[in-house]
């Protein structure tokens, strides 16, 4: 991987010699540390893209093991409301409910339903936690209720509780005992303190790789800012409705912008873990690093959507780019997240043999059930919006008197996410820059991409093919595979542009290419 000897080198450049396999492909463990202090079960992140990550995706990747960043191409409010929603998917005791007092209406009750997704919610005396609990309101509760109804008329008052103080999993065995939706927990004078959710029960028993603060059992919460004034007014929003990381998303993360930023998060909120980037040389992370970066993303022109390398002669090819990048920064334990590049499950493994503990996915991801946006039909198939945030596209939503909707020609962003809230300050222009330009200089396109189906289906199919892959290198866990290379018992080989095609399917007069059932 000497750039000096070979040039720069991207995943296609080179291949990885097997192994020796003496254990089955579902042993090999994939858990990853993408941060200082935040480990997943699963290597996957999905981009801060408009046209991939909101809610939907961010739970969904949670679940499944990864995280998905929501993007900040939005209003602050519109993103922390995303923010909130991914922590309040999945619990274990939940220390802030939603209560109300017995004098709030059914129409209260549907109101929460439509925005936060849930109506069972507990009743104390004055609407308040730490009040007493006086009942319980369900969705079989409202059923056919007229909206002005009070709930004192509707409420459930026949209560199964749980004494403060019950470990979570004697407060689970109640839950399941009690066949009830709901568990409150009271203290020895009645009074709400946290409350269980059955949902929770069911997701563990579902989702066990989600990956969850071990304190707090929610879903971990990922989300983008910029590193304008602005963006600490923003990221105190996201922090309020639960944040666990923040992605400083701009395209040359060298900068005083971004380094003042990190040491005023470091400052302001000590716990938050910080990813820093983007960065593709050792100069470029060291800058990051000492000013407390708790992980550092890498990645200049490698997107499929991405143009910088071309119109501005500036970038890295990926491989070279990871490779320096985080055999500099595991001097200082701090991990490092491909970001671009990644095309298929073979790019996802090299990556991590370079040394990344996770890789960050836009259009491995954009088409699918999950991303923002509505399908539609382009040359007779069904596909999804997809645009880089340097188009001139993505620069141009939120401003003052420009719709988000555009017209209908092939490429563009005709079913990209709407305005859904006040014109805000572009999350575009910052990432490059660009705010002041009065010509905006595109640095990413606009297209479509095919439907690839629901994530849930998808992100357990790049599991599984990790795993393989690395049973055929012939090593257990992530960790040993990158413990091989620096060892020198996992081996690279260059390969030659007629080897590339060699790999590929060749020879056929046509084929269909199916990934997974």
Same mark, same amino acid.
């Given at each position: ?125 004055? %609407? ?29 008052? !026949? ?95 060298? +900068? ?106 836009? %259009? ?8 923002? %946006? ?46 859904? !809230? ?54 257990? +866990? ?19 542009? +007629? ?10 007069? +046509? ?7």
């Amino acid at each position: 991987m000497n750039s000096r000897v070979h040039g720069g080198l991207t995943y296609n450049d080179f291949l990885m010699l097997p192994g020796k396999i003496d254990f089955p492909a579902s042993d090999v463990i994939t858990e990853t540390r993408i941060t200082r202090n935040v480990v997943l079960k699963t290597p996957f992140m999905s981009s801060p893209m408009d046209t991939v990550t909101e809610t939907d995706m961010a739970i969904s990747l949670a679940l499944l093991g990864g995280i998905g960043v929501i993007h900040h191409n939005q209003s602050p409010e519109s993103q922390a409301a995303m923010v909130r929603a991914v922590k309040r998917h999945e619990n274990g005791f939940i220390t802030d409910p939603v209560v109300f007092s017995p004098k709030h209406t059914v129409a209260d009750v549907l109101d929460i339903k439509a925005r936060l997704g849930f109506c069972g919610i507990p009743i104390t005396e004055t %609407g308040s936690l730490g009040a007493k609990l006086v009942g319980i309101v369900t969705s079989r509760d409202v059923q056919f209720e007229s909206p002005d109804t009070l709930l004192c008329d509707v409420m459930t008052t !026949s209560l199964v509780t749980a004494p403060q103080g019950v470990t979570l999993a004697e407060a689970n065995q109640i839950l399941r005992s009690s066949k009830k939706g709901k568990l409150p927990i009271i203290d020895d004078q009645g009074r709400l303190t946290s409350l269980l959710a059955r949902s929770d029960l069911l997701k563990n028993q579902n989702y066990p790789l989600a990956s969850k603060d071990p304190d707090s059992k929610q879903l971990y919460a990922a989300a983008a800012v910029g590193t304008r004034p602005s963006d600490k007014d923003r990221l105190k929003l996201l922090v309020e409705a639960g944040l666990d990381i923040a992605i400083l998303d701009s395209s040359q993360g060298n +900068s005083l912008f971004q380094i003042e930023m990190i040491r005023w998060i470091k400052q302001t909120f000590p716990k938050l873990e910080v990813i820093a980037g983007n960065v593709v040389t050792r100069e470029q992370a060291a800058s990051l690093i000492a000013a407390g970066a708790d992980a550092l993303r890498v990645g200049m022109g490698s997107g499929s959507i991405c143009i910088t390398q071309e119109i501005m002669a500036v970038g890295r090819p990926q491989a070279t780019a990871v490779f320096a990048v985080a055999e500099f920064a595991s001097k200082f334990g701090v991990p490092v997240i491909a970001d671009g590049g990644i095309g298929n499950v073979g790019h996802i493994v090299k990556a991590l043999a370079l040394g990344a503990s996770a890789v960050m996915m836009g %259009g491995l991801l954009a088409g699918t059930t999950e991303a923002p %946006g509505e399908y539609f039909y382009h040359d007779g198939k069904r596909v999804k919006s997809y645009r880089g945030m340097g188009s001139l596209e993505a620069m141009e939503q939120g401003r003052p008197g420009v719709s988000g909707k555009v017209n209908s020609k092939p490429g563009s962003t005709k079913h990209a996410p709407q305005p859904s !809230s006040k014109p805000h300050e572009n999350a575009a222009t910052s990432r490059y820059f660009s705010e002041s330009s009065v010509v905006k200089v595109a640095q990413g396109v606009s297209g479509d991409v095919q439907d690839k189906g629901s994530v849930k289906a998808f992100i357990p199919y790049l599991h599984v093919g990790v795993q393989h892959s690395l049973q055929d290198i012939g090593v257990r +866990s992530v960790a040993r595979l990158q413990d091989g290379v620096k060892e020198g018992s996992v081996r690279f080989e260059l390969r030659t542009a +007629s080897a590339q095609v060699e790999g590929g399917v060749h020879g056929l007069h +046509s084929y269909t290419k199916r990934l997974y059932a």
